[in-house]
């Protein structure tokens, strides 16, 4: 019997905490892109990936975590300089930049050195990780 109040209380709480956290998420609000970041085109994709190191954000406005990369993202276009950038490819209007690239959750971040992917992230990333992941091509 104590086992099972136990049991209840536990999940209890561990339903709080998970709500606590669905709901911060949830209401992450959308931020303006900085200047330095590229908005990736089917049509402009090759041209801005060529000789380049780019981090490419696909991303959607409906996911949450995606919106808690934003500022991040922002803060890493801002300190990257000379071939070296952040892009963005929003996975609802280029689906098929999302599939050829097997995107199949979001977030995903990839990385590309002249166009060809060296290394992907799934998931929130802190901004230390990422510019150490770009300082490592």
């Given at each position: 019997?104590?086992?099972?109040?136990?049991?209840?209380?536990?999940?209890?709480?561990?339903?709080?905490?998970?709500?606590?956290?669905?709901?911060?998420?949830?209401?992450?609000?959308?931020?303006?892109?900085?200047?330095?970041?590229?908005?990736?085109?089917?049509?402009?994709?090759?041209?801005?990936?060529?000789?380049?190191?780019?981090?490419?954000?696909?991303?959607?406005?409906?996911?949450?975590?995606?919106?808690?990369?934003?500022?991040?993202?922002?803060?890493?276009?801002?300190?990257?300089?000379?071939?070296?950038?952040?892009?963005?490819?929003?996975i609802?209007?280029?689906?098929?930049?999302?599939?050829?690239?097997?995107?199949?959750?979001?977030?995903?971040?990839?990385?590309?050195?002249?166009?060809?992917?060296?290394?992907?992230?799934?998931?929130v990333?802190?901004?230390?990780?990422?510019?150490q992941?770009?300082?490592?091509?």
């Amino acid at each position: 019997m104590q086992t099972t109040i136990g049991i209840l209380v536990l999940i209890t709480i561990l339903g709080f905490f998970i709500y606590r956290a669905y709901s911060k998420m949830k209401n992450t609000p959308m931020v303006e892109d900085h200047e330095k970041i590229l908005t990736l085109t089917d049509k402009n994709f090759q041209q801005q990936t060529r000789n380049k190191i780019v981090l490419i954000d696909f991303w959607a406005s409906w996911c949450a975590p995606c919106r808690m990369m934003a500022p991040v993202l922002n803060d890493v276009a801002k300190e990257l300089n000379g071939n070296s950038l952040v892009g963005k490819v929003n996975i609802e209007q280029y689906q098929s930049l999302a599939q050829r690239f097997g995107v199949r959750s979001i977030p995903t971040l990839i990385l590309l050195k002249n166009g060809i992917e060296v290394n992907r992230f799934v998931g929130v990333k802190s901004k230390d990780f990422l510019l150490q992941q770009i300082g490592k091509v």
